[in-house]
């Protein structure tokens, strides 16, 4: 099977180019043919004129749901959302029915993604208090690393004793990646608020529970172990201006990533998205919104996730104590992102660094994250027209809702490739057999 994609700028390793591209049997086989030299007898010829192509986004944080949560999601509805968003590759979290923290657990994800992932798969594995013996048999090419949570979220996966702290840090060969948000002061918060303000305070003051000082704090201590152990860390969903200043611009051993949420969201929102916008860590201020947006510019920010965690709008019922953290987000990340190209904070490159190279080169994932020839061909085509509206009918994600209903993208995605078979296409999904296993450090 071959595809030429004819006419379209292509950005991939820091350049923007427009040229032919071609694929063959789920390669890259040309990415800058010549006009005079185009092959007559392919199969499929795409003309995308006034389309950009980037390579397929790799999420490196989503909660899929599945197993044991599958109300909410799985991966056959999640992986439809994740083409339709031009995501082609996705890293899924421990925190599931049962936690994704022994190797069967894990075993049993990889078969559920096999038949029902539709685009590109891996799983981190989940550290506890006392599993770090687990690691050593690990398969460092088939998962991106460990998912630590330093703060207890959705799914209770809380690991809070120093001696386990110190146990995984030093212990860890792959990525420890992080949740931060202390929950000695988290809990002391919402003690707190329930005093003043009654057993299930309003959504305004998960901020405040769920405060920046619990962040900083923590984020604080995994940068200190990291560098103590030697670890590779990468701490997920940073949502505060102080904890930037602990990042170095493009260092490679501690990075950190922001996520949708904070990027696209501030306090004001929780007056008319309210709970839908609830998430832990929780959307702050519009001046750390900005400093964020800042710092996915400057390289304290090496990677742009989603943190794609969807809830029934059942769930997201009540205030601080009762609705459940989380929302949809990748169906819409990187029209999200490129709304912040064409407000000026991040060029189109830069934009594929975050969401598609850095994500590749911090996890070492094998042959995918750019356009190059010999690579799989995971590609993304997108173009800017007339606005459209987001809204609730549109999501695929099993939860039916998005936090962005209403709000308007002049950027679409046209068709998403992913190992050379498109999945989406004319706003509907097409071939549904297309994902593979990740392959890492080969
Ligand atoms: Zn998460």
Redesign the pocket.
């Known amino acids: 099977m071959t595809t030429l994609i004819k006419n379209v700028t292509v950005v991939s390793d820091g350049k923007s180019l427009k040229t032919n591209v071609l694929i063959e049997d789920g390669f890259f086989v040309n990415v800058d043919a010549d006009n005079e030299a185009l092959p007559s007898d392919v199969d499929e010829t795409l003309d995308a004129e006034g389309c950009f192509l980037l390579p397929g986004i790799i999420d490196d944080?989503?909660?899929f749901r599945q197993p044991g949560l599958t109300q909410k999601a799985d991966m056959a509805s999640e992986s439809r959302a994740a083409a339709a968003g031009g995501v082609t590759t996705f890293f899924d979290?421990p925190?599931t029915v049962p936690q994704t923290t022994s190797l069967e657990a894990l075993e049993e994800k990889f078969a559920i993604a096999a038949t029902d992932s539709i685009v590109n798969y891996s799983f981190f594995f989940g550290a506890t208090n006392d599993n770090a013996d687990l690691f050593a048999r690990l398969d460092p090419h088939r998962i991106p690393g460990i998912k630590l949570f330093m703060g207890a979220?959705?799914g209770n996966m809380l690991v809070d004793r120093r001696q386990s702290l110190d146990r995984i840090f030093s212990t860890a060969t792959m990525p420890v990646m992080t949740?931060c948000e202390d929950t000695a002061m988290m809990n002391a918060n919402m003690a707190e608020a329930k005093r003043l303000y009654g057993d299930d305070p309003d959504v305004t003051h998960h901020p405040d529970i769920r405060s920046r000082e619990a962040c900083i704090e923590c984020t604080r201590l995994a940068v200190e172990l990291a560098r103590q152990h030697h670890t590779r860390l990468h701490v997920?969903?940073i949502s505060t201006k102080e904890e930037l200043q602990l990042f170095e611009p493009h260092d490679d051993n501690i990075t950190a990533e922001a996520?949708i949420a904070h990027l696209m969201f501030s306090a004001e929102d929780y007056i008319t998205k309210g709970t839908r916008i609830k998430c832990?860590p929780a959307v702050k201020t519009a001046d750390d919104r900005e400093a964020l947006r800042q710092a996915i510019a400057d390289g304290r920010i090496s990677v742009i996730g989603t943190?794609h965690?969807p809830h029934l709008l059942a769930d997201k019922h009540g205030g601080c104590a009762k609705a459940a953290s989380?929302m949809p987000s990748i169906q819409y990340s990187l029209c999200s992102m490129l709304e912040l190209v064409d407000k000026g904070y991040i060029s189109m490159t830069r934009l594929v660094e975050l969401m598609c190279h850095n994500p590749a080169r911090i996890f070492g994932v094998s042959r995918r994250g750019y356009i190059r020839p010999g690579y799989k061909a995971d590609c993304v085509l997108v173009r800017k027209g007339t606005p459209w509206t987001v809204t609730d009918g549109d999501v695929l994600s099993k939860c039916g809702w998005t936090p962005l209903t209403g709000h308007q993208f002049s950027w679409r995605v046209e068709r998403t490739i992913c190992n050379g078979k498109t999945i989406y296409a004319d706003g509907k999904i097409q071939d549904t057999t297309a994902g593979e296993a990740v392959r890492f450090r080969e």
């Open positions: 944080h989503v909660h979290m925190n979220s959705t949740h997920a969903h996520v832990n943190d965690a989380g």
